[in-house]
Each structure stands twice: as structure tokens, then as C-alpha cells.
């Protein structure tokens, strides 16, 4: 089975701190994806990668930045967490073959307030 | 026009009657589309994809895909109390983007 997992599922950090959301996967996947869920707003998609040192923003990378150094982590960072970024983060990962249906495998989430 | 878009809901079923979320899509070239549930707070899980135009089976769901209408919809056959979630459809788009939809809210009523 595919497993995704994420550093914490609960945090609390104050406003200006620096966040850093780790993600590990353990298929060698080639894509990983960070996105937000809010209620009423869906899933929407921050940054994601398709391989090793890349990246590439989504529809909100505003705020955040990526980091994958390694094909089995893919780290999201709050360079000065706001208020407004209080939202549940879920990583996914996905094999890339584009052969079949690109299946997104997900991680537990990370609920994080920020105060 | 978003994307994906979905009922929100909430869809209420009795226990054992057939559950129908349908799934609209703007992009004519897409070409896989997928379900997840999402139990509350919990990540979403897939249920099943689908890529050609028809019906597909799995268990007590059935994914229907029709291209020509840019629809697709899930049904699920004797609804049960733990099939109450939110039900995601996404859609791999024909540039190669997946696109999640904003959920149904589903309640299975005992």
C-alpha cells in the first residue's frame, strides 16, 4: 500500500513564525502536491512537483514555498505564517506514469492555526 | 464557469436507497476522472477512476462517465450509514492537471 505520511497532524504557531510541513512518501512516486482545504473552498493546490529539485506553483502559492531535495520528501514552508493561512494542509503523492489514470494518494493532514 | 463543479449538498438518503453525486466538467479534453470520499476530518481516499465513456463497477458503486456531456457521476447501490462523507470528484485535465471539484456532503439516514 502506498503511504504518505505528514510531520504533524496538529500545530500552532504565532503569527510571523517561520512553518515548515514535512512530507514523506514511500512508493517512489515521482509527483507530490501540497494543497489547502478550507470549508467552502475545496482543495485548492499550492505548489507541486513533478521530480527531484523542480517545483511549480498551483492556483495560491502566495505565502508558501517548496522544497524537494529528495524524491520521497516534499516540504511546504510558511516563511511568515498569517493569520490567514489557519487551514488543514494535506500532501499527496501520485506515480507520473502517463500511461494510466494518475491516481493522488493523500497523507493524514496537518490542521494548523496560526494565533 | 469553474472547472469542476459539483452539488454541495448536503444529500440525504435512507439507509439502503441508491445514492446519485453528479460532476460536471468545463475542459471538452479530459481524460481521467476520479472519486474520493472524505470522511470529516480525515484526508480524502480514492474510491474509484474512470477513462472511458460508459459504466464502471466496483462493489456497491458504479462511476458512469459520458464525454460527450462532460459529465460523470457515482452511484451508490444500499446506501449505508458509513458511506455518510463528503464525496470528491476531480478530473485530469488535457493538460495534465488534476482538478478537484468542491464536494458533496452525502448523509445516509438510518
Known amino acids: 500500500d502506498v503511504k504518505v505520511t505528514q510531520s504533524s497532524r496538529y500545530l500552532v504557531k504565532r503569527t510571523g513564525e517561520k512553518v515548515f510541513l514535512e512530507c514523506v512518501q514511500d512508493?517512489?512516486?515521482?509527483?507530490m502536491f501540497w494543497y489547502r482545504q478550507d470549508p467552502g473552498l475545496g482543495l485548492r493546490l499550492i505548489y507541486f512537483s513533478y521530480d527531484v529539485k523542480m517545483k511549480e506553483k498551483g492556483d495560491i502559492p502566495e505565502g508558501y514555498s517548496v522544497s524537494r531535495e529528495k524524491k520521497e520528501r516534499f516540504s511546504l514552508i510558511l516563511e511568515s505564517a498569517s493569520t490567514n493561512q489557519t487551514s488543514m494542509y494535506l500532501c499527496?503523492?501520485?506515480?507520473?506514469?502517463?500511461?494510466?489514470?494518475?491516481?493522488?494518494?493523500f497523507g493524514p493532514g496537518t490542521r494548523l492555526t496560526v494565533l | 464557469q469553474k472547472e469542476v463543479e459539483q452539488n454541495s449538498g448536503p444529500l440525504s438518503v435512507p439507509e439502503g436507497a441508491i445514492a446519485s453525486l453528479n460532476c460536471t466538467y468545463s475542459?471538452?479534453?479530459?481524460?481521467?476522472f476520479f472519486w474520493y470520499r472524505q470522511y470529516s476530518g480525515k484526508s480524502p481516499e480514492l474510491i474509484m477512476f474512470?477513462?472511458?465513456?460508459g459504466d464502471k463497477e466496483d462493489g456497491r458503486f458504479t462511476a458512469q462517465l459520458n464525454k460527450a456531456s462532460q459529465y460523470v457521476s457515482l452511484l451508490i447501490r444500499d446506501s449505508q450509514p458509513s458511506d455518510s462523507a463528503t464525496y470528491l470528484c476531480?478530473?485530469?485535465?488535457?493538460?495534465?492537471?488534476?482538478?478537484f471539484g468542491p464536494g458533496t456532503s452525502l448523509s445516509v439516514i438510518p
Open positions: 512508493m517512489d512516486h515521482e509527483n
Open positions: 475542459d471538452r479534453g479530459s481524460q481521467s
Open positions: 474512470i477513462y472511458s465513456n
Open positions: 476531480a478530473v485530469e485535465t488535457s493538460y495534465d492537471k488534476v482538478i
Open positions: 499527496a503523492s501520485s506515480r507520473g506514469d502517463s500511461e494510466i489514470s494518475d491516481t493522488q494518494y
